[in-house]
């Protein structure tokens, strides 16, 4: 059902970039999340339409973009790529202050996670005092 909703909605509004991430999502969530591979490929995909890379993240126009980061070190996480992930991570991190709150924390606790994952503690623990 949440596909087919996302499907006409993307009929309606074909520019809509954020309509294609949550259809990558669903599908994602509805392969129980066997499809990295297709989800990470759309996530490099929307990033390329939107003109930004993590290393450019530098402004209000990112945090517009935070989901997008967000879903990318989500599947990094998954794959086991820690460094990489956390590098996303904590350029998310740095624009924290203008997210809603839930997603804010979404971030930190996935920062938490990967630093415990990375054997840096300390990390984890200035952030789960920050929470």
């Known amino acids: 059902a949440c596909l087919q909703h996302l499907n006409t909605l993307q009929d309606i509004n074909k520019d809509d ?3 294609t991430l949550n259809t990558a999502v669903a599908e994602f969530c509805k392969s129980n999340q066997t499809t990295t591979d297709n989800l990470r490929q759309t996530l490099n995909q929307l ?3 939107v003109h930004s890379a ?3 993240m530098d402004g209000l126009d990112d945090v517009e973009n935070s989901m997008l980061y967000y879903n990318q070190a989500v ?3 998954h794959l086991r790529q820690y460094t990489e992930a956390i590098s996303v991570g904590e350029k998310l ?3 924290i202050e203008p997210f809603e709150e ?3 924390q979404a971030v930190c606790f996935l920062l938490v996670d990967l630093y415990l994952l990375t054997y840096q503690a300390e990390k984890a623990l200035h952030l789960l005092a920050v929470l």
Do not use: D, R
């Open 102 to 104: 839930k997603f804010a």
């Open 75 to 77: 599947i990094l996480y």
């Open 93 to 95: 991190y740095q624009f």
């Open 17 to 19: 970039y954020k309509i």
């Open 54 to 56: 993590v290393e450019e």
């Open 47 to 49: 990033k390329n339409q």
